[in-house]
């Protein structure tokens, strides 16, 4: 045997599940197989022809595109595809993109059925991998049924608008004539307004007002809106939190599209969540919101097994945490009366990205406006310690770092939350790196939004600080992914002597600290990381392959976390024994941390140049 043929022997050996059969079936599987090298000028021939094969990744990066362009999944080294036709005998109708050339083994359609028949165990690998694919089709086509949806996809009619100077019936006339039960008060193309039949009845009949007078006097200035690109969680959540029941949609230049109801949304879902996300914002008691939050544990475990996309089951465990603080600011001023003056409840860290896992704990705070009394801040210190006591009683951990409304750092003016930023930008100490990781992600949950708005104003005009970049580079390259030398895993050790890794703070958290500083340098005010990589693609910081990368290494880590959360292996939290993956699922582990080991190397070299 040559050197080359027994190289590709010791390969094959090592892929599941011919690492569990007997040499034999490695032997054969390796002198019956051809290999084909891949590249970009010949990809249009693979997954062709009349003979169907199952195709394994020596090398390379390819994508698996299904006929409507949707990317099924990203394959590399060890990866099996093509079985999907050798078991049903249907035709393929997808088709291969080539990310970087490789080297891939071909097995023909007989050779396969050889060894089915020869191997149990070779047969119910791929019968199961089949199973797990329809599966997962199956969980994705139900999910896209309502939450994974865009909005844009729901509306049925263009936006239906009026000028602010067309008299109120005028603007009834036209949605009678519409069939629509609000319209849209826009000028120069932009939202000013809604006015609904609700208006009409309350505002208008019930009052006794003059029909001739400007629809503006009647109109919800200001309204809440959607982009057209969201989903049909975020508007659902976004109707339930604020009690309305007519959501503008709009486009990115802030055009209205059209507009959705919650008779529209209700209609496409019966889902547990987001019934008790409504329960959660109308809860008459902190004691309800408590018996309450003890389902979503349970409801979040049976939940995750209906979706195909894992970071919505973080956003959606991120909504249930809003809604638990929006409820109980509003239960705090019903004991306790109206706040002194206006303030903004803002969150931060994995609630800020909408991230939020089972093991999440607590990271908010509290903007008040600059001309607050001294005497008026003792409102907002109980409100702070009331929220955060409340929440630790719901099951949702304190931080261990105090990054709380009820430490009085947490709270401040517009002022004083920027000179505080400004600090941490101009002197980067290693706790300003640290303050940068929590308070730069940070997101509006209730209470005057304006002040939230004011303190991003603020915050962009500190302008672009070089080091400040160089030392958050910095800082990202001192956590190292746990690969040592010749790709091997370095475990960490439990009291037990388990042997674990760190999913989180060796993966998930380099790769949004690295999202997080392209950014700030874009000046993309998202927290969401994907939303962030996503926003990266419209600038020149990253190349789209590169972006491509952190986002399937983000959502392959974080299924692995949630995973291990949910099965509990009486590990650390956040952590997984590598030996209970199987041999596909370590391979990509190694990838994942390789790839975000390049990512943290060219982000020294892009922002930290000659300062380590």
């Known amino acids: 045997m040559t ?17 569990e059969l007997p040499s034999a079936s490695a032997h054969y599987f390796v002198n019956h197989s051809e290999m084909v090298y891949l590249t970009a000028h010949n990809q249009a021939d693979a997954l062709q022809g009349e003979e169907k094969y199952l195709y394994l990744v020596r090398t390379g990066i390819f994508d698996l595109v299904d ?19 050798l078991l049903t005998g249907e035709e393929i109708q997808s088709h291969l993109e080539v990310q970087s050339p490789g080297l891939i083994l071909m097995l023909p359609q007989i050779s396969f059925d050889f060894l089915r028949r020869e191997y149990k165990v070779f047969e119910q690998h791929f019968v199961k991998a089949h199973k797990k694919r329809l599966l997962s089709s199956h969980y994705q086509e139900r999910s896209k049924g309502w939450s994974e949806r865009k909005i844009s996809k729901l509306m049925t009619k263009s936006a239906v608008v009026i000028e602010p100077s067309a008299t109120i019936v005028e603007a009834a006339k036209v949605m009678q004539v519409e069939g629509v039960s609000s319209v849209m008060i826009t000028e120069n193309e932009r939202l000013k307004g809604v006015v609904t039949d609700r208006d009409l009845r309350n505002r208008v009949l019930a009052s006794e007002l003059n029909p001739e007078m400007p629809v503006s006097s009647i109109m919800t200035p200001e309204p809440k809106f959607i982009f057209e690109n969201n989903r049909v969680f975020s508007a659902l959540h976004l109707m339930l939190k604020h009690n309305i029941h007519h959501l503008p949609v709009l486009n990115e230049e802030r055009v209205p599209l059209g507009m959705v109801t919650s008779t529209d949304l209700l209609r496409l879902q019966n889902s547990d969540p987001v019934q008790l996300i409504g329960q959660l914002y109308k809860a008459s008691s902190t004691q309800e919101l408590k018996l309450l939050a003890k389902e979503i544990p349970v409801l979040l475990r049976s939940f995750s097994n209906t979706v ?5 089951v973080g956003t ?11 409820r109980l600011t509003e239960l705090f001023a019903k004991q306790h009366g109206k706040a002194p003056c206006s303030f903004s409840w803002i969150c931060f860290g994995s609630q800020a990205r909408e991230e939020q896992t089972l093991d999440s704990d607590q990271d908010n705070g509290l903007i008040f406006c600059n001309d607050i009394k001294p005497a008026e801040r003792a409102y907002f210190a109980s409100l702070g310690e009331f929220v955060t006591s409340h929440l630790v009683e719901c099951g949702i951990r304190a931080c261990p770092g105090n990054i709380m409304a009820s430490n009085e750092h947490c709270r401040g003016t517009v002022d004083e939350w920027t000179a505080r930023f400004h600090n941490w930008m101009t002197a980067p100490t290693p706790q300003a790196m640290l303050n940068c990781k929590i308070f730069f992600d940070r997101r509006y949950i209730c209470g005057d939004q304006s002040l939230y708005q004011d303190l991003n104003v603020q915050l962009g005009e500190i302008g672009q600080q070089e080091l400040f970049f160089a030392a958050m580079a910095t800082d990202i390259s001192t956590n190292s992914v746990p690969i040592g030398l010749f790709q091997q895993f370095k475990l960490q050790r439990s009291k037990d002597k388990s042997k674990y890794l760190d999913l989180k703070t060796r993966g998930v958290a380099i790769i949004n600290d690295l999202v997080r500083i392209y950014a700030l340098k874009c000046g993309i005010s998202k927290a969401n990381t994907q939303a962030r990589l996503k926003a990266l693609k419209d600038h020149m910081q990253l190349s789209k392959r590169d972006i491509y990368n952190l986002q399937d290494c983000w959502r392959f880590l974080t299924q692995l976390r949630l995973r291990s959360q949910i099965e509990q292996h009486q590990l650390p939290a956040n952590c997984i024994n590598p030996e209970t993956l199987s041999s596909m699922e370590r391979h990509q582990l190694k990838e994942a941390f ?10 020294v070299f892009k922002f930290a140049r000659g300062s380590l």
């Open 3 to 19: 050197a080359e043929l027994q190289d590709v022997l010791n390969f094959v050996s090592k892929q599941s599940p011919l690492n």
């Open 67 to 85: 006929v409507s362009g949707e990317v099924i999944t990203r394959l590399s080294t060890g990866d099996y595809f093509g079985y999907p036709s």
């Open 308 to 312: 195909e996309d894992i970071s919505f």
């Open 316 to 326: 959606l465990l991120s909504g249930l945490t809003d809604a638990l603080m929006s």
């Open 594 to 603: 390789h790839l975000i080991k390049q990512a943290q190397q060219a982000c």
